[in-house]
């Protein structure tokens, strides 16, 4: 296993729990707040337990923690509210803050490399097209249950959940998402693909460390 880079991992993981720690200080809705970062707080616990006998690539690693920077800062305003997103609606000319729809975007485009990369390194997929027909399957399924939860969500809290869904009104948001996950999947295995095979190159095929 590469120490080289153990530092620079370290560092990152100091840098976002100080940034969950500023998002959740005095966000706009606590509850909100809580559904929007809960996958930070899964997914960091899972990545520090298994760093031993499953490291994933260092480009893997980065785009986790970007993706932890969208969800912070949208769990932070809300979707419909953060100011980065009216700036872009400001210079694009829209009509409603299209933070949400970065947000799914990445929903699509970390997902997928995290796919592809337990796909490659447990050889579960034999053939590059296969490899990505079953990544995007997998992305859509992804999104398609992040979706049941923002429903079970607008059931079970009511007028309460508009901050979580943050549809600002479009009754077409849902499909939106998706679609704008599925651009984000399709988007990362054309940039990043062989970025990620020499990466994986230099790691274990198994769950075993070296």
């Given at each position: 296993m590469n120490t080289a880079r153990t530092p620079w991992l370290l560092a990152t993981l100091a840098l976002s729990l100080v940034l969950l720690a500023w998002s959740g200080w005095h966000?706009?809705?606590r509850g909100t707040w809580a559904m929007e970062v809960f996958p930070v707080v899964i997914v960091v616990p899972l990545l520090w337990a298994t760093y031993g006998r499953f490291p994933l690539t260092t480009l893997l690693y980065a785009l986790v923690f970007a993706h932890?920077?969208?969800?912070?800062?949208g769990g932070a305003y809300t979707y419909a509210r953060v100011p980065l997103g009216f700036q872009i609606a400001d210079v694009l000319g829209l009509t409603r803050n299209p933070y949400d729809k970065i947000g799914h975007f990445f929903q699509g485009f970390v997902?997928?490399?995290?796919?592809?990369?337990?796909?490659?390194?447990?050889?579960?997929?034999?053939?590059?097209?296969?490899?990505?027909?079953?990544?995007?399957?997998?992305?859509?399924?992804?999104?398609?249950?992040?979706?049941?939860?923002?429903?079970?969500a607008a059931l079970a809290l009511g007028q309460g959940a508009d901050e979580f869904l943050g549809t600002q009104g479009d009754p077409w948001d849902t499909q939106s998402d998706m679609f704008c996950a599925l651009i984000g999947s399709v988007v990362s295995l054309a940039l990043l693909s062989r970025w990620h095979d020499r990466q994986m190159a230099g790691l274990p095929a198994s769950g075993s460390a070296r």
């Open positions: 966000p706009y809705e932890a920077l969208v969800l912070m800062l997902p997928a490399i995290a796919a592809r990369e337990i796909l490659v390194r447990g050889r579960y997929v034999q053939g590059r097209k296969m490899l990505a027909f079953v990544v995007v399957c997998i992305v859509l399924a992804i999104s398609a249950t992040y979706e049941f939860i923002e429903w079970a």
